[in-house]
């Protein structure tokens, strides 16, 4: 059973142009997240989705960022006119259904780190 | 809202020696508790977790007691090896009816382990 699949790991671009990362889940996971780890700091929660639904996207930016989870095929987080402080390492997590006063655990992908220079 | 505070880093150790890694929490309702670890280069890993009050989370000689009394959840290894060296990060997911696995970080505890 293969894991959370990120892609892809390093991503190089330059200011003003977009950038498209991909996550894959598990076998399984019908619900994705997207987190944000800025050098040196924890890491943030960005957005949950679930197929072809955006549950929760009270950490993402106003502007430039979007994502989503179509019904076939992995989740995208696109950042459009990408900015110096975009660069981080950007993580994935799937998880299955939910069950009431369980938390399952989510299961991260390697990240994929993007640099804009 | 949610929020995890862990003790600050970086923390150095010989190996052998014994490990706590300081992580309390502020919640309502009743959280689950994590221990992720992130060895160099490599996403996260989860290293243990406890669901309710007192449960004890264990793992590769790793463990933490969910404390509801004082809020914590303390990570502890008796004898650490240098292979231990990574951020340790600990992370709560509000648990619940209509909550789902949003996870709240702390910020992380860089662990160096030498021989």
């Known amino acids: 059973n293969a894991g959370v699949m990120q892609n892809p790991r390093h991503l190089v671009r330059r200011r003003g142009q977009e950038a498209r990362l991909r996550c894959s889940p598990m076998?399984?996971?019908?619900?994705v997240y997207w987190y944000r780890q800025l050098p040196e700091e924890g890491l943030k929660f960005m957005v949950y989705?679930?197929?072809?639904?955006?549950?929760?996207e009270s950490g993402m930016p106003k502007e430039r960022f979007s994502a989503e989870f179509p019904k076939e095929g992995p989740s995208i987080l696109r950042i459009q006119q990408v900015v110096r402080g975009d660069s981080a390492a950007y993580f994935c997590?799937?998880?299955?259904?939910?069950?009431?006063?369980?938390?399952?655990?989510?299961?991260f992908g390697q990240g994929t780190r993007l640099t804009v220079v | 809202g949610d929020s995890v505070t862990q003790m600050e880093g970086p923390v150095t150790l010989s190996e052998e020696a014994f490990l706590t890694i300081n992580c309390t929490y502020t919640?309502?309702?009743?959280?689950?508790l994590f221990w992720y670890v992130q060895y160099p280069g490599e996403g996260l890993q989860l290293l243990l977790k406890?669901?309710?009050?007192?449960d004890k989370g264990s793992n590769k000689g790793f463990e933490a007691t969910y404390r509801k009394e004082t809020t914590s959840f303390h990570l502890e290894k008796g004898s650490v090896q240098v292979s231990d060296s990574a951020v340790y990060f600990c992370?709560?997911?509000?648990?619940?009816?209509?909550?789902?696995?949003?996870?709240?970080f702390g910020q992380g505890t860089i662990l160096t382990v030498h021989p």
């Open positions: 997590a799937s998880s299955p259904l939910k069950v009431a006063g369980a938390g399952p655990e989510a299961f």
């Open positions: 076998k399984g996971h019908s619900h």
């Open positions: 989705l679930q197929k072809e639904n955006i549950i929760d």
């Open positions: 919640a309502t309702g009743y959280p689950s």
């Open positions: 406890a669901t309710k009050a007192d």
């Open positions: 992370a709560l997911d509000p648990a619940g009816g209509t909550s789902y696995g949003k996870l709240t």
